[in-house]
């Protein structure tokens, strides 16, 4: 029986190799967790930025990949590093790649058509739907309830009664109805929120694009859950945000570049906004200069809302189904569309 050989080029807990061991025999899952980054953190994929390969090692791991059928992920999760696993494996054919946007990872990665045809790549896009759907409710949670009020109170020893809002009976707006954005749709209708959505091609779920400003005026909250594609690039300007209810809250937590940041910032200091809860930026690290650090109003994390102690975990859940088709010769989930990248 002629085995498939499956490397594993990021690091993973032992006993999930496992898992991936037992999906099928004809597997040959080859993992050296000492020729891998030590993680810093649970699901830490890029791992240690200090550690470095002795000449020794690097010969061990050139021809590890170089032997590889299946990978998944690839060196430092970078793009570069994902260039060079292409390059350096003549016979790979698909690559499971860790996130949900490693659409933009192989697009910056500048493949030759003839590498993008010969291997397929497939995103993490789902994975880390709980996490991020949980954060953009914890933002306008956070937001309704006034917490930045709260924080500045109790440093002041201020004791003052006041009413806040509430969620129920409110529209959100959901940008993006992947499985991120139904996880938010799902989480704010349990709270009694009015849901309307915008996706790619209209359907009995969504509207199309073409209805983004006119639903907007009907937000008291906008979560955007996009990637970052030659169509979502500056999607939500000027007008989009102006045209959202006074005092709405805007979550971003899908790409940076998907907003005019300069617009955002304009309406969150005139108070046209209530305020944002912002995961990701068109530059990251976000700049020492950048307005948002100083906004009161505004909540924002390093790009670390999709991280989880579960991520690995579901990442080998659905690299598994995957090696499952592939075995078999079905199509891929989450498979990358390398004409769109996405």
């Known amino acids: 029986m002629e085995r498939v050989p499956v490397v594993i080029a990021t690091p993973i807990e032992a006993e999930l190799v496992d898992e991936l061991r037992a999906v099928d025999e004809r597997l040959d899952v080859r993992f050296e967790p000492d020729l891998l980054p030590p993680p810093r953190y649970p699901s830490d994929h890029g791992g240690e930025p200090s550690f470095e390969r002795t000449p020794e090692q690097q010969e061990r791991f050139t021809q590890l990949v170089a032997g590889a059928e299946i990978a998944l992920g690839f060196p430092r999760e970078s793009p570069a590093g994902l260039a060079w696993m292409v390059r350096t494996a003549p016979h790979l054919r698909f690559v499971q790649c860790m996130y949900a946007g490693a659409g933009q990872q192989l697009r910056a990665a500048d493949l030759s058509e003839e590498e993008l045809g010969r291997v397929t790549f497939a995103s993490g896009s789902g994975v880390h739907a709980t996490p991020l759907a949980e954060w953009s409710l ?3 949670l956070a937001l309704t309830k006034g917490l930045p009020r709260l924080l500045r109170d109790k440093r002041e020893r201020r004791w003052d009664h006041y009413p806040t809002s509430e969620l129920r009976g409110k529209t959100m707006l959901v940008v993006g109805l992947g499985e991120i954005g139904r996880e938010v749709a799902r989480l704010a209708e349990a709270f009694g929120m009015r849901v309307t959505a915008i996706k790619r091609r209209a359907d009995q779920t ?5 209805r983004l ?26 007008e989009t945000i102006a045209r959202l209810r006074d005092g709405a809250i805007f979550v971003n937590v899908g790409r940076g570049g998907v ?8 309406a969150l200091r005139s108070g046209k906004l209530g305020g944002a809860a912002l995961d990701v930026f068109a530059e990251e690290p976000l700049p020492e200069a950048s307005p948002f650090w100083e906004l009161d109003n505004v909540i924002l994390s390093p790009h670390t809302a999709a991280l989880s102690a579960h991520e690995n975990a579901r990442l080998v859940e659905l690299f598994a189904e995957n090696l499952r088709r592939y075995l078999r010769g079905d199509d891929l989930l989450s498979r990358i569309d390398t004409s769109l990248f996405y």
């Open 259 to 266: 907003v005019d940041e300069q617009a955002l910032v304009d």
């Open 206 to 210: 969504a509207a199309g694009p073409e």
């Open 138 to 140: 914890f933002g306008i």
């Open 213 to 238: 400003d006119e639903l907007a005026g009907e937000a008291d909250a906008i979560v955007v859950t996009l990637p970052l594609t030659d169509e979502t690039r500056g999607l939500i300007g000027h």
